[in-house]
Protein backbone atom coordinates (compact mmCIF):
# COMPACT_ATOMS: atom_id res chain seq x y z
CA UNK A 1 0.00 0.00 0.00
CA UNK A 2 3.02 2.54 0.43
CA UNK A 3 4.48 1.58 -2.34
CA UNK A 4 1.36 2.20 -4.13
CA UNK A 5 0.80 5.91 -2.83
CA UNK A 6 4.54 6.57 -3.16
CA UNK A 7 4.50 5.87 -7.03
CA UNK A 8 0.61 7.59 -7.31
CA UNK A 9 2.47 10.59 -5.81
CA UNK A 10 5.90 10.75 -7.93
CA UNK A 11 3.31 10.02 -11.10
CA UNK A 12 1.23 13.39 -9.88
CA UNK A 13 4.82 15.17 -9.71
CA UNK A 14 5.77 14.19 -13.60
CA UNK A 15 2.57 15.19 -14.45
CA UNK A 16 2.80 18.30 -12.61
CA UNK A 17 6.19 18.97 -14.12
CA UNK A 18 4.94 17.88 -17.75
CA UNK A 19 1.95 20.71 -17.60
CA UNK A 20 2.11 22.89 -20.80
CA UNK A 21 1.85 26.58 -20.52
CA UNK A 22 -0.14 28.22 -23.27
CA UNK A 23 1.71 31.53 -23.08
CA UNK A 24 5.63 32.05 -23.98
CA UNK A 25 7.01 35.42 -23.23
CA UNK A 26 10.73 35.86 -23.87
CA UNK A 27 12.92 39.16 -24.56
CA UNK A 28 16.49 40.45 -25.16
CA UNK A 29 17.79 43.86 -22.92
CA UNK A 30 20.32 44.65 -24.87
CA UNK A 31 23.46 46.29 -22.86
CA UNK A 32 22.26 44.47 -19.60
CA UNK A 33 25.23 41.97 -18.08
CA UNK A 34 23.50 42.11 -14.48
CA UNK A 35 19.65 42.35 -13.33
CA UNK A 36 16.76 40.80 -12.63
CA UNK A 37 13.84 40.76 -14.68
CA UNK A 38 10.30 40.97 -12.77
CA UNK A 39 6.97 40.24 -14.48
CA UNK A 40 4.34 42.06 -12.49
CA UNK A 41 0.64 42.60 -12.57
CA UNK A 42 -1.69 44.49 -10.47
CA UNK A 43 -4.67 42.55 -8.74
CA UNK A 44 -7.00 44.84 -6.15
CA UNK A 45 -4.99 47.48 -6.81
CA UNK A 46 -1.75 45.85 -5.52
CA UNK A 47 1.13 45.61 -7.70
CA UNK A 48 1.83 41.77 -7.62
CA UNK A 49 4.95 39.99 -8.85
CA UNK A 50 4.00 37.18 -11.22
CA UNK A 51 8.00 35.63 -11.44
CA UNK A 52 11.32 37.03 -12.27
CA UNK A 53 14.24 36.05 -13.47
CA UNK A 54 17.70 37.26 -12.01
CA UNK A 55 20.17 37.54 -14.94
CA UNK A 56 24.25 37.19 -14.65
CA UNK A 57 26.01 37.50 -17.69
CA UNK A 58 23.03 37.39 -20.13
CA UNK A 59 20.54 39.67 -21.32
CA UNK A 60 17.93 37.01 -21.92
CA UNK A 61 14.84 35.77 -20.31
CA UNK A 62 11.61 33.42 -20.84
CA UNK A 63 8.55 33.56 -18.89
CA UNK A 64 5.91 30.39 -19.00
CA UNK A 65 2.37 31.67 -18.11
CA UNK A 66 -1.03 30.42 -18.70
CA UNK A 67 -3.77 33.06 -19.51
CA UNK A 68 -6.89 32.70 -20.27
CA UNK A 69 -7.13 36.01 -22.71
CA UNK A 70 -5.13 38.88 -23.01
CA UNK A 71 -4.44 40.64 -19.73
CA UNK A 72 -2.27 43.63 -18.80
CA UNK A 73 1.41 42.61 -17.17
CA UNK A 74 4.31 45.25 -16.16
CA UNK A 75 7.70 44.34 -17.01
CA UNK A 76 10.01 45.65 -13.99
CA UNK A 77 14.02 45.76 -14.51
CA UNK A 78 16.08 46.29 -11.72
CA UNK A 79 19.33 47.13 -13.44
CA UNK A 80 21.32 45.97 -10.19
CA UNK A 81 23.80 49.17 -10.55
CA UNK A 82 23.28 50.83 -7.55
CA UNK A 83 21.11 53.32 -8.80
CA UNK A 84 17.84 54.08 -7.65
CA UNK A 85 16.08 54.78 -11.37
CA UNK A 86 14.57 51.28 -12.32
CA UNK A 87 12.57 50.82 -15.66
CA UNK A 88 8.87 49.36 -16.09
CA UNK A 89 7.22 49.00 -19.23
CA UNK A 90 3.63 48.31 -19.57
CA UNK A 91 3.13 44.82 -21.94
CA UNK A 92 -0.37 43.15 -23.09
CA UNK A 93 0.34 39.60 -23.37
CA UNK A 94 -1.90 37.29 -24.97
CA UNK A 95 -1.93 33.55 -25.21
CA UNK A 96 0.45 32.15 -27.70
CA UNK A 97 4.22 33.46 -28.19
CA UNK A 98 5.90 36.66 -27.73
CA UNK A 99 9.02 37.94 -28.21
CA UNK A 100 10.40 41.46 -26.66
CA UNK A 101 13.45 43.53 -27.92
CA UNK A 102 14.30 46.58 -25.94
CA UNK A 103 18.11 48.35 -25.35
CA UNK A 104 19.42 48.51 -21.22
CA UNK A 105 20.13 52.64 -21.85
CA UNK A 106 16.43 53.24 -23.08
CA UNK A 107 14.03 50.56 -21.85
CA UNK A 108 10.84 52.02 -22.60
CA UNK A 109 11.00 53.75 -25.58
CA UNK A 110 13.57 51.01 -27.77
CA UNK A 111 10.86 48.50 -26.83
CA UNK A 112 9.75 46.13 -29.86
CA UNK A 113 7.31 43.20 -29.54
CA UNK A 114 5.73 40.39 -32.09
CA UNK A 115 3.06 38.26 -31.53
CA UNK A 116 0.40 40.72 -29.38
CA UNK A 117 -2.01 42.68 -31.36
CA UNK A 118 -2.89 44.45 -28.33
CA UNK A 119 0.10 45.35 -27.54
CA UNK A 120 0.98 46.94 -30.78
CA UNK A 121 -2.25 49.15 -30.57
CA UNK A 122 -1.24 50.12 -26.84
CA UNK A 123 2.11 51.55 -28.27
CA UNK A 124 0.32 53.30 -30.90
CA UNK A 125 -2.27 54.71 -28.37
CA UNK A 126 0.54 55.57 -25.81
CA UNK A 127 2.91 56.99 -28.57
CA UNK A 128 -0.45 59.56 -29.47
CA UNK A 129 -0.52 60.32 -25.98
CA UNK A 130 3.01 61.10 -25.22
CA UNK A 131 1.90 63.86 -28.14
CA UNK A 132 -0.91 65.43 -25.89
CA UNK A 133 0.96 65.31 -22.78
CA UNK A 134 4.33 67.32 -24.73
CA UNK A 135 1.45 69.89 -25.76
CA UNK A 136 -0.20 69.97 -22.55
CA UNK A 137 3.20 70.83 -20.55
CA UNK A 138 3.78 73.41 -23.08
CA UNK A 139 0.78 75.18 -22.16
CA UNK A 140 1.22 74.76 -18.38
CA UNK A 141 4.46 76.57 -18.77
CA UNK A 142 2.94 79.65 -20.67
CA UNK A 143 0.21 79.81 -18.40
CA UNK A 144 2.73 79.68 -15.60
CA UNK A 145 4.61 82.44 -17.41
CA UNK A 146 1.10 84.62 -18.03
CA UNK A 147 0.45 84.12 -14.25
CA UNK A 148 4.02 85.39 -13.11
CA UNK A 149 3.67 88.62 -15.90
CA UNK A 150 -0.02 89.60 -14.74
CA UNK A 151 -1.68 89.16 -17.84
CA UNK A 152 -5.23 87.91 -17.70
CA UNK A 153 -5.78 88.06 -20.47
CA UNK A 154 -2.89 85.34 -21.32
CA UNK A 155 -4.08 83.51 -18.55
CA UNK A 156 -7.59 83.09 -19.25
CA UNK A 157 -6.38 81.63 -23.31
CA UNK A 158 -3.96 79.28 -22.29
CA UNK A 159 -6.73 78.00 -19.68
CA UNK A 160 -8.80 78.16 -22.34
CA UNK A 161 -6.73 75.68 -24.70
CA UNK A 162 -5.87 73.43 -21.79
CA UNK A 163 -9.68 72.65 -21.66
CA UNK A 164 -9.60 72.22 -25.66
CA UNK A 165 -6.76 69.94 -25.53
CA UNK A 166 -8.21 67.89 -22.87
CA UNK A 167 -11.42 67.70 -24.34
CA UNK A 168 -9.55 66.08 -27.34
CA UNK A 169 -7.21 64.07 -25.46
CA UNK A 170 -10.57 62.32 -23.75
CA UNK A 171 -12.21 61.88 -27.97
CA UNK A 172 -9.23 60.77 -29.19
CA UNK A 173 -9.39 58.05 -26.61
CA UNK A 174 -13.25 57.13 -27.38
CA UNK A 175 -12.56 57.05 -30.85
CA UNK A 176 -9.34 54.70 -30.57
CA UNK A 177 -11.53 52.68 -28.34
CA UNK A 178 -14.21 52.33 -31.21
CA UNK A 179 -12.13 51.52 -34.23
CA UNK A 180 -10.48 48.77 -32.33
CA UNK A 181 -13.29 47.37 -30.77
CA UNK A 182 -12.70 44.31 -31.68
CA UNK A 183 -9.56 43.55 -29.38
CA UNK A 184 -9.38 44.00 -25.85
CA UNK A 185 -7.19 47.22 -25.60
CA UNK A 186 -10.93 49.31 -26.58
CA UNK A 187 -12.60 48.19 -23.38
CA UNK A 188 -9.11 48.37 -21.29
CA UNK A 189 -8.36 51.81 -22.98
CA UNK A 190 -12.17 52.67 -21.64
CA UNK A 191 -11.48 51.73 -17.77
CA UNK A 192 -7.94 52.79 -17.43
CA UNK A 193 -7.66 56.40 -18.95
CA UNK A 194 -11.23 57.54 -19.51
CA UNK A 195 -12.62 56.16 -17.02
CA UNK A 196 -13.85 59.57 -15.50
CA UNK A 197 -15.27 61.01 -18.56
CA UNK A 198 -19.27 61.41 -19.26
CA UNK A 199 -21.10 58.12 -19.26
CA UNK A 200 -22.81 57.87 -22.44
CA UNK A 201 -19.37 57.80 -24.30
CA UNK A 202 -18.51 54.36 -21.91
CA UNK A 203 -21.63 53.25 -23.34
CA UNK A 204 -21.46 53.98 -26.60
CA UNK A 205 -17.54 52.14 -26.37
CA UNK A 206 -19.29 48.96 -24.75
CA UNK A 207 -22.08 48.82 -27.24
CA UNK A 208 -20.04 48.83 -29.93
CA UNK A 209 -18.03 45.63 -28.25
CA UNK A 210 -18.40 42.57 -29.93
CA UNK A 211 -19.82 39.72 -27.16
CA UNK A 212 -16.15 38.26 -26.82
CA UNK A 213 -15.08 41.50 -26.06
CA UNK A 214 -17.98 42.17 -23.87
CA UNK A 215 -16.73 39.26 -21.70
CA UNK A 216 -13.08 39.50 -21.32
CA UNK A 217 -11.73 41.05 -18.20
CA UNK A 218 -11.95 44.72 -19.02
CA UNK A 219 -15.52 44.42 -20.89
CA UNK A 220 -16.44 43.14 -17.81
CA UNK A 221 -15.31 46.39 -15.89
CA UNK A 222 -16.84 48.51 -18.21
CA UNK A 223 -19.87 47.06 -17.68
CA UNK A 224 -19.35 47.51 -14.58
CA UNK A 225 -18.44 51.22 -14.72
CA UNK A 226 -21.34 51.75 -17.01
CA UNK A 227 -23.92 50.87 -13.83
CA UNK A 228 -22.07 51.96 -11.04
CA UNK A 229 -23.37 51.03 -7.89
Given at each position: MKTKLILFSVICMLLSCAKKHNTTFSGTIKGLSKGTVYLQQIKDTNLITIDSIALNGSNKFNFNLDLNEPDVFMLYLDKKDGTIFNDRLKIFLQPGEIKLTTKLEDFNNSAKMTGSPNQLKLEEYNAMIQ???????????????????????????????????????????????LNNKNLEIAPYIAVSEINDINIKYLDTIYKSLPEQIKTSKYGIQLEALRHPK
Open positions: KFNIDDFKLAQLNNFAQKSGRQDYVDATIKDLDKLIKRKYLYSVNFA
